[in-house]
């Protein structure tokens, strides 16, 4: 039976996990074809199953004394390159498939980074929105009451993504070292004080525009005086514009779930300086923007990808960029494509990003800024140890342009174009793959 014949009847149910394979499978399998060694070992197979889940309660108190009943995941891809690493999610839509999708999709980005980190994935389905911090803190407190059994240092260092920022993390951090009575770095993006990495807060939004400046390179352009479009103002969309600013870059739009601002004159520092305060103290929403900035527009309920732009920079979750708003993108005469977010673009976007010739970058190469630093937060607690501002933010871009020599290794066209999605997808799986034939059939 064909391999995506059988991945896909093993998992029923489970859209978005399927879709990140058959995305990767498209460029896999002929790789494999080639390379019949793979095929033998099954490693693709293998790859798309992971070594393990694990689902648990997660009951807490809210602040009216009403027992509230969460559930918590974490998936365990693939230690074979490292300890299982990525982030963990609290949002509403988290499901088995989309935390499958996800450490699916870290496996590979933590292998294109060079770092020795394998793969993972976890979450909740609870919502830290509209919850007081004492529920936040009660809520992490008891994930991590089942989760610290299951991670350590040396085995699995999870981190944060939607929904879990700094605050999360320190209720995470305290309760596992309460429980373990010992001072490890089991978690990355940790507080600088206490065991953190510098850049790792700035990391994946950085790291996105680091990126797009390395294709710059190759063909000669800057981003002095390009037009942004950005979705998203949490931690990635608010440190890309940042990024993207410095670089006299125009960002003119950002959004949240409930719709998007478009800023025709430019967000600037100052500008980006309220919506963080706006979104990481008040926890409010960006259509207060228009309220300090009224030269602004706020569009409800939309996505910001119909405003001319030169790039396009998605930021805020999965599938949030359809066929329809590709074309729409590509009519107005973006050209340039950069995932911030995990698998924002739809596959028909993609298609059509690729079949227009569109600089696309998927978010396993465009993102891993975050996961870089991460694993540089990991060597300097193995260290005991805070390496300077300086030296992070060095080897961040070192690292992101490895990543780009990778992508463009694997990914160059007859013609000369470098189609990103497959140099990403081939250069991750090369390196995973090789180490799981070493070891055997585990
Ligand atoms: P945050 O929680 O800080 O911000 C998420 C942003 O996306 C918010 O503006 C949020 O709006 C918006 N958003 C979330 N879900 C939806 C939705 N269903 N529809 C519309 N908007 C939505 O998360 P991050 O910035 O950390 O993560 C954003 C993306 O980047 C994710 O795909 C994540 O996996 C990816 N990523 C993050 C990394 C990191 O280091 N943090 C590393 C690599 C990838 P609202 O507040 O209204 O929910």
Redesign the pocket.
Known sequence: MNILTTIQERNPGEPEFLQAVHEVAEYIIPFIEQNPRYKAFKVFERMAEPERVIIFRVPWVDDKGEIRINRGYRVQMSSVIGPYKG?L?F?P?VTLSVLKF?AFEQTY?NSLTGLPMGGGKGGSDFDP?GKSDAEVMRFCQSFMTELYRHIGPDLDVP???????KREIGYLFGQYKRIKNEFTGVLT?KGFEWGGSRIRPE??GYGLIYFVQEIFKTIGETLEGKVITI????????FAAEKSIQCGAKVVTM????GYIYDQTGITAEKLAFITEL?EVKRG??SEYVDRYPGARFFPGEKPWGIPCDIALP????N?LDGHDARLLIDNGCRYVAE?????CTTEAVALFNKERIYYVP?KAA?????AV?GLEMTQNSLRYAWFKEKVDDRLRIIIKGIHATCVQYGREEDGHINYEKGANIGGFVKVADAMIDQGVV
């Open positions: 982030g999610r949002h839509s996800l980005k929105k981190a944060g993504d939607i929904g879990v920022g993006g990391a994946t979705s998203g103002s949490g931690n990635v969309a608010q959004s949240d779930s409930d979104k929403r960006i930021c805020a979750t999965q949030e911030g977010a995990n698998m924002p978010g993102n891993a800024g975050g996961v991460s």
